[in-house]
Each structure stands twice: as structure tokens, then as C-alpha cells.
């Protein structure tokens, strides 16, 4: 049978527009869908650029304008993979003219425009998504499968970290091409929504809410000079932010990340104890899950070390044989699966933009927090309406 083709709008061709493409290219390799993605068109304003890469990634035509991209009936989902201060407005009004819309993370710049962001989404009632990677490393959703299971047993705590070093250097410059996570008005804050936001989003699919957090937040250089301007500005990011939080289900959390940590490029982990069972997760070995059951026999109890990579692992029988592994690219390719074949069960993928605000709003408490240096209660999502 002839594959319905779901043709892609793409907009933004950075790091994040390369990561998608390479998920629209392959997914149809790998995974058996109803539908056949088509790269129709990708859309950013430097024309001589938009075009190498259009041709680099096989990208049908180009637009130099969002708008018009969003008004083509030839598009059937927007791909938001621009910087943070666009997400809303391209979101909405890719909703309003009833797309379904994929959105790079964070959602918003903060919970208040996110919350926008849901109000438009549900209205139009249009499929969306957040590209919350992380949870389809197939070691986490196989940590994800493991509490489902509630082989862990009640949860006390829940650790994570995220942390890299490429802003040290007090010379690198803030804002434009590659570093606009460094400037406040295009990122919306620094490693709090760029770094800790995709350890919370893990967090919360794995262990529930969090009702409250406290936090302290540092920037270490406190001037660079803008790429744009060319004049030396404050900078108004968070470079390193850590928070204590407390879960709903009665655990405890530390949460931390840094672009300071001399010698981490991207070193995101997470560790779950619960009564039962320990897991923990390192992106630097991203393959692997580390699982502690204390029922085992007690002379061969001792942390397994498993390689996710086996035929009942998750996602692995789709592509090679049992031992060789997956790695960063292929998380992108199965978030492009899950939301398909969302399409075509009409049972949608996770993380939407619900979900997407259920971060925000975590992120929003940790940075009121490091300013009050109280406690502070995050606000909670309600459930959509059936
Ligand atoms: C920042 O360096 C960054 O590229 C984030 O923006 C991504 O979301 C993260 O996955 C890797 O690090």
C-alpha cells in the first residue's frame, strides 16, 4: 500500500535543524510507518546558506520567511528548530493555521508564554510534540520501563546533572550564530533552561511532579562583548544553576549544571534509589544503564551493567544486530517514530507541549528561587481535557 507522505516545513538550520533532518531522513529506513516523511521545505533568512543546506539534506524548496512556509498547504507539520524567542510565535501561529508543530526545547522562554503556547496548541487542536530527546536513548526508556514495572519500589531520591565547559574563556562573545544561548533576550535564561530543563523533563516522566524547589544560580563572566554589536553588554544567563527539589511522590532531589565543569562536555546523569532497586544513567556511556536490585542472591548482588542494545530492548530490534550500540542521533529518530506512529494510532507521543510547560514552570521556580533564596512552589499543569 502507498504510504501517506507527511511533508516537513523546517525552520532553522543550526545545530538542532541538522539533528532533526538527519531523524526525518532515516526514520523511514527503520522504522515501518503508514506514513513516508517528505522533506518539503526549509525555511531561514540567509538565503546562500538555507540553500547549501537544502541541498546537503535533500530539502525539496526553500522559504526565507516563517510566514510563508506556514501558509503553504503543501506542509502538513512546522519544525521549530530556531533559537528560544522564536518558539512562540511561530508555534501559534503555525497552530492557528492548523499544522501540527514540533518545537526544540525549552517550549518557552517561560512558563507564562508556554502557557500560550498549550492555550493555541489545544485550541486548533493540532498533534504536537517537544524535543525532549533524552527520554529515547533507549537505556532511558528503559529506565522508564523498569520503575513502570515498580521494580524500584517506593523512590527517595533522585540526583541528576548536566554539565559542560565550553564558555570559560571570558573572550568567547555572547549572542548571534552559535552563541545566542549565552544572550538573556534570544535564550531566556542560561544553563536553567538549556541544560537543566532536559534533566527535569527526564525527571518528571520518570518520577512524577515536583512541588518545590530551592536554588542558587552564578554568572562568572559577567561582561562579554555582543557578536551583533560588536560592544562589550552584561550578560544576563545563569552559567552554572543547581536546585534542590522535593517530588510529589515524597523523594528528594539535587539537581545541578554548569557550562564551568572543566573537562565535561555533556555529561548528563541521573541516578534513582528507591527501597528496592537503583538505577543510574551517564550520556557519556549512553548505551548503558546501571541497575542495583537488592532481592538479588546475596553473594552475586552487585550493580548490572547493562548494554541496551539487545532484540527486547527498547527501539533496538529496529535497527542492527544485538551488541552494537546507539547512540546521540538515533534518540532524534525515534522521537520522529513515537510522534508518527501517534499519528497513526491516534494514541499522540510525549513529551507535548503540556508537558513542555510542566518544565517551564519547574524552570521558572528555580530562577525566582535563586533571586528570593526561598523555597518556592512550582506550579503544577492540569490535565487536558478529554
Ligand atoms: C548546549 O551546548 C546543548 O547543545 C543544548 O542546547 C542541547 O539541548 C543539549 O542536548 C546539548 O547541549
Known amino acids: 500500500m502507498a504510504k501517506k507522505p507527511l511533508r516537513i516545513g523546517l525552520i532553522g538550520y543550526g545545530f538542532m535543524g541538522r539533528a532533526h533532518s538527519n531523524a526525518f531522513a532515516q526514520v523511514n ?6 506514513h513516508q516523511v517528505v522533506l518539503k521545505a526549509v525555511c531561514a533568512r540567509d538565503e546562500a546558506k538555507l540553500k547549501e543546506f537544502a541541498g546537503k539534506w535533500n530539502y525539496e ?3 526565507t520567511d516563517w510566514r510563508k512556509l506556514i501558509a503553504r ?42 502557557e500560550k503556547m498549550v492555550a493555541a496548541i489545544e485550541k486548533a487542536g493540532v498533534p504536537n510534540m517537544v524535543w525532549y530527546n533524552y527520554r529515547r536513548c533507549p537505556a532511558v526508556t528503559l529506565a522508564h520501563q523498569l520503575i513502570q514495572e515498580g521494580r524500584l519500589g517506593r523512590i527517595f531520591h533522585y540526583r541528576a546533572k548536566f554539565l559542560q565547559d565550553w564558555t570559560i574563556n571570558p573572550d568567547l562573545p555572547q549572542g548571534g550564530a552559535g552563541l545566542w544561548r549565552l544572550d538573556v533576550k534570544t535564550a531566556g535564561s542560561g544553563v536553567t533552561g538549556d541544560l537543566l530543563a532536559h534533566c527535569i523533563d527526564t525527571a518528571l516522566w520518570l518520577n512524577g511532579s515536583i512541588d518545590t524547589v530551592t536554588a542558587m544560580t552564578e554568572t562568572f563572566v559577567k561582561e562579554r562583548k555582543h557578536q551583533e554589536t560588536g560592544k562589550i553588554q552584561k550578560v544576563g544567563i545563569d552559567d552554572a544553576s543547581a536546585f534542590l527539589a522535593r517530588f510529589s511522590n515524597g523523594s528528594l532531589a539535587t539537581f545541578e549544571s554548569t557550562r564551568y565543569a572543566r573537562g565535561h562536555k555533556a555529561l548528563y546523569t541521573f ?14 556511556d549512553l548505551h548503558r544503564l546501571q541497575y542495583f536490585d537488592h532481592r538479588d542472591q546475596g553473594k552475586v548482588r552487585g550493580w548490572r551493567n547493562l548494554h541496551v542494545s539487545d532484540n527486547d530492548h527498547p527501539y533496538c530490534s529496529n535497527w542492527w544486530v544485538p551488541g552494537l550500540q546507539l547512540g546521540y542521533e538515533h534518540s532524534f529518530v525515534h522521537q520522529v517514530a513515537d510522534f508518527i506512529q501517534g499519528l497513526e494510532t491516534g494514541k499522540p507521543a510525549l513529551p507535548n507541549f503540556r508537558d513542555g510547560l ?15 533564596h526561598k523555597w518556592e512552589k512550582v506550579k503544577h499543569v492540569k490535565a487536558a481535557r478529554a
Open 73 to 114: 498547504d503543501d506542509i502538513d507539520v512546522i519544525d521549530i528548530a530556531t533559537p528560544n524567542n522564536s518558539h512562540a510565535e511561530i508555534a501559534i501561529a503555525a497552530a492557528k493555521a492548523g499544522k501540527a508543530v514540533l518545537c526544540e526545547k525549552p517550549l518557552g522562554l517561560n512558563g507564562r508564554q508556554a
Open 61 to 63: 524548496s526553500i522559504e
Open 271 to 284: 541516578e534513582i534509589n528507591g527501597e528496592n532497586a537503583s538505577i543510574a544513567w551517564d550520556l557519556h
Open 29 to 34: 529506513h527503520f522504522f515501518p510507518l503508514e
Open 358 to 372: 510542566a518544565t517551564d514552570y519547574v524552570t521558572d521556580a528555580v530562577l525566582k528561587s535563586a533571586k528570593t
